[in-house]
């Protein structure tokens, strides 16, 4: 077993999300998030690390900033 850690190969995946994509393309009841989504989706976030390898023991509160950046369009191009 070699000591030096392999070069990681690691791919971008990019997707475009069109703000209408046309009549029949997504069920009804789809829609954007929103701002008031954000304590929702804090807590989603919250759900989903807690107890993984990924949790670095952040308060939910974190976790609703890190939403509120995402809905603001902070991260990405």
């Known amino acids: 077993m070699p000591d030096e850690t392999p070069e990681r ?6 997707r475009t999300l069109l703000a209408d994509s ?6 009804t009841n ?3 998030v929103k701002r008031e989504d ?4 804090g807590a989603l976030l ?8 990924d949790d670095t ?3 939910m509160t974190q976790y609703e900033s890190k939403a509120t950046a995402i809905v603001a369009g902070r991260y990405g191009e």
């Open 46 to 53: 919250f759900g989903a690390f807690l107890g993984t390898i």
């Open 9 to 14: 190969n690691a791919r971008l995946w990019k």
């Open 57 to 59: 023991g952040q308060a």
């Open 22 to 27: 046309g009549e029949g393309m997504r069920p």
């Open 38 to 41: 954000v304590p929702a989706l």
């Open 30 to 32: 789809l829609r954007n």
